[in-house]
């Protein structure tokens, strides 16, 4: 019929959607792995110094990739003088040799839903594993002596990074030059560093202040094709510039000239270190890559050169973000700060139109529940509520065209032979009763663009990472970990993750299979195979989805079950659900009927 081939239809172009998602979200899950390990050979294997490490730095200041086999992080955290850090959102430490911030956790966040797992590290020094780092300085000329990664800073012997206490760092060159360092931090996530320096030589001197965000190794990353993890940045009228960590390794260094304001970093999924400068007329910015056993990704900024006359002291200052992307500290931050564009260091994507708003609805619903996953129920009742008037047109149309399949079936009857005019009677007839044939696509086409947004803001925002909703739903960022292959955990076996099909995923079926059952099924066998097996398809593929976006799936199969049922039956449609479903498990007859022959007694 011709509303089950819409329906058909339909269901197709929603699968071709997902077999997409599914080619570029599961398939990237095996070369993730693979990428683990051979990182973590890198690193076990130790690094050698690279001989072209100057290229990857601004002016003289160079950062440079470790010597020799890396140092546990503790150790390599003892091997320098540091400055503890200890807010309400962060603690580590500054390291004094250099200056610079490599020590760094996340003291809201933890690696897992258990309680007590390890909180999130994310900065860490060179000398060690994951070393990742942000530091400032600045660039002088030949013969003068600046501050450098090896330079060792002074500070008060008392000093810790508090709110409420900067930390002010000091360095004497011994050659009339002193610098003088000072770091302060909110509550949440930005330090800001200050950099002054007195010039007490006879002559002016000219230096470039600079700022940069170094990673040492190429960590793991996703490699969904919907989310950006590497270095990353705006840069004035050149707008976002992205940059993966296999472009920089291919295609070489990157520069950008006489940016007016922006702002570089490196992003990971949830976290990020970026580096704003502040005060500068212009900057140039750069984002690079050194190769070697241990290779170095680096982003940073070349501020324009400031003339520090004698007797007369020069300042630069520049911001540094290191911390967790949530969207209100990301968007407070854009604003309050007025850093340009600051928002986009989260991955909203090209359709930000719509995926931000929807954000800022779920976590309306969040603050007034408590409960992202309450929260993805009420965003689909406000969907179903703004798109219900085409819903209602389209139910409306199917509903008409149900009314008039006997006159279907006699068209189809009486041109069997000839589907050129059976196909122009048909398009009159719906003409005559005002019939859209494509009207059963609406309802599944209009989930497309709402199901891609959902799945990149639970995918995406670091507000839905372990946030649980009901039961065994912890997290509701990762899939269902229950599974039936092992009877929801019953038997001690885990299995393959594509077979990671759970109580949700297994909801979420069912819902669609009766959807689908609001209809008879196709007279087709070709169509009747698509009927049948589409639900059992859409569970394996999304079982591995996020628990929250199978949740929305089946709550909105949900919805539509009882939007249509109570449509079609105030068009005077018998809906027969129950029968279409149990004729679903009647036994077919074969073609050509069960015909037997009983034999007659021969007459004598």
């Known amino acids: 019929m011709t509303d089950n081939r819409n329906l058909i239809l339909a269901v197709i172009l929603s699968v071709a959607v997902v077999f997409g998602w599914q080619y570029f979200v599961a398939g990237p899950q095996l070369e993730q792995t693979r990428q683990i390990t051979q990182t973590q050979q890198q690193l076990d294997a130790g690094s050698t110094a690279a001989a072209n490490a100057n290229s990857a730095a601004p002016g003289a200041a160079p950062a440079q990739p470790p010597v020799g086999a890396l140092l546990t992080r503790d150790a390599a955290l003892a091997t320098s003088p540091r400055v503890a850090i200890d807010t309400p959102s962060v603690t580590g430490s500054i390291n004094l040799k250099g200056g610079r911030l490599d020590d760094l956790h996340l003291d809201g966040f933890r ?15 060179s000398n060690g594993p994951d070393g990742f780092f942000g530091e400032f300085g600045w660039v002088a000329p030949a013969g003068v002596v600046a501050p450098g990664p090896d330079t060792l800073w002074t500070a008060p012997a008392d000093a810790k990074l508090t709110v409420e206490t900067p930390v ?11 610098f003088t360092r000072t770091i302060s931090v909110d509550r949440e996530f930005m330090f800001t560093v200050k950099d002054e320096v007195a010039n007490a030589t006879g002559a002016p001197v000219t230096m470039s202040p600079y700022g940069r965000v170094t990673r040492l190794g190429e960590p793991h990353v996703a490699g969904y094709y919907i989310l950006h993890e590497g270095p990353l940045g705006v840069l004035g ?24 304001a922006g702002w570089l970093g490196i992003t990971d999924k949830y976290w990020a270190a970026a580096v704003v400068p502040r005060g500068a007329k212009t900057f140039d910015a750069k984002f690079s890559h050194v190769g070697g056993a241990t290779p170095l990704y680096q982003t940073d900024f070349q501020s324009a050169p400031i003339t520090v006359e004698p007797g007369s002291t020069a300042t630069a200052e520049g911001l ?33 139109f719509f995926t931000k708003p929807l954000f800022y609805l779920m976590d309306y619903f969040f603050r007034l529940f408590g409960n992202f996953g309450v929260a993805i129920l009420l965003v689909t009742v406000v969907v179903k509520a703004v798109f219900f008037p085409l819903a209602n047109k389209s139910y409306k149309s199917m509903s008409a065209m149900k009314k008039v399949q ?34 059963g696509c609406w309802p599944v086409l209009i989930q497309i663009p709402v199901f891609f947004s959902l ?43 594509m077979l990671m099909i759970g109580i949700w995923p ?99």
């Open 237 to 260: 009228e050149k707008g976002l510039q992205e940059f993966t960590y296999k472009n920089l390794r291919e295609d070489g260094p990157s520069s950008f000239q006489g940016i007016t």
């Open 320 to 352: 540094l973000f290191a911390g967790a992307k949530q969207v209100s500290v990301i968007q407070n931050y854009q604003t309050s700060l007025n850093i340009d564009r600051f928002d986009l260091l989260i991955d909203w994507g090209m359709f930000y």
């Open 406 to 439: 006997p006159e279907m079936a006699a068209l189809r009857e009486r041109f069997a032979d000839d589907k050129v005019k059976q196909q122009q009677e048909l398009m009159a007839l719906y003409k005559k009763e005002k019939i859209n044939p494509l009207a």
């Open 111 to 125: 690696e897992t839903v258990e309680p007590n797992s390890p909180t999130i590290i994310l900065l860490s020094p």
């Open 168 to 178: 002010t760092l000091s360095f004497d060159n011994g050659a009339g030059l002193t």
């Open 506 to 604: 297994l909801i979420m079926g069912v819902t669609m299979w009766v959807q689908m059952r609001l209809n008879p099924a196709p007279a087709d066998p070709a169509q009747q195979v698509i009927f049948n097996w589409m639900p059992v398809i859409f569970t394996f593929m999304l079982g591995t989805f996020p628990a929250g976006l199978v949740i929305y799936w089946a709550w909105n199969n949900t919805l539509s079950i009882a939007q249509q049922w109570v449509i079609m039956r105030r068009q005077g449609v018998d809906v027969n659900l129950l029968g279409n479903i149990m004729s679903t498990f009647k036994k077919k007859p074969k073609d050509g009927g069960d015909k037997t022959t009983v034999p007659t007694k021969a007459k004598s």
């Open 455 to 497: 799945y990149k803001v639970i995918f995406v925002t670091i507000e839905m990472r372990h946030a649980p909703f009901f039961g065994w739903i912890r997290d509701l960022s990762a899939p269902d970990p229950t599974t039936l292959f092992n009877l929801f955990g019953l038997i001690p076996w885990t299995p393959p993750h």
